[in-house]
Nanobody, 120 residues
Framework: QVQLVESGGGLVQAGASTRLSCAAS????????MGWYRQAPGKQRELVAR???????DYADSVKGRFTISRDSAKNTVYLQMNSLKPEDTAVYYC??????????????WGQGTQVTVSS
């Protein structure tokens, strides 16, 4: 009933920038926290950044000062601006969202993931 569709990413050079987008659509009353996670080969999925409906943000230490999360609540879209990319940022990036439906049932949904590869 709800889809999270990510876009952006791909192959970028170290030091470059790129932006990821994630749009939620479907049976949505509201969205609380939206976030980005990543999973590198052989590693566990980890939080990159998240943003509340009020605009408060939280970042992993490894991306502070380089990545910026933002959202357009009218469009149910979250963005991740990634600057000064490093090879260690290479991973599949997943967005997630705490969806609230019309009956106030809340659950967490995930996108399919988008690959970001940073070449040195």
């Amino acid at each position: 009933q709800v889809q999270l569709v990510e876009s952006g990413g791909g192959l970028v050079q170290a030091g470059a920038s790129t932006r990821l987008s994630c749009a939620a659509s479907g049976s949505i009353f509201s969205i609380n926290v939206m976030g980005w996670y990543r999973q590198a080969p052989g590693k566990q999925r980890e939080l990159v950044a998240r943003i509340t409906s009020g605009g408060s943000t939280d970042y992993a230490d490894s991306v502070k000062g380089r990545f910026t999360i933002s959202r357009d609540s009218a469009k149910n879209t979250v963005y991740l601006q990634m600057n000064s990319l490093k090879p260690e940022d290479t991973a599949v990036y997943y967005c997630n969202a705490d969806i609230v439906q019309a009956d106030l049932y809340e659950y967490t949904d995930w996108g399919q993931g988008t690959q970001v590869t940073v070449s040195s």
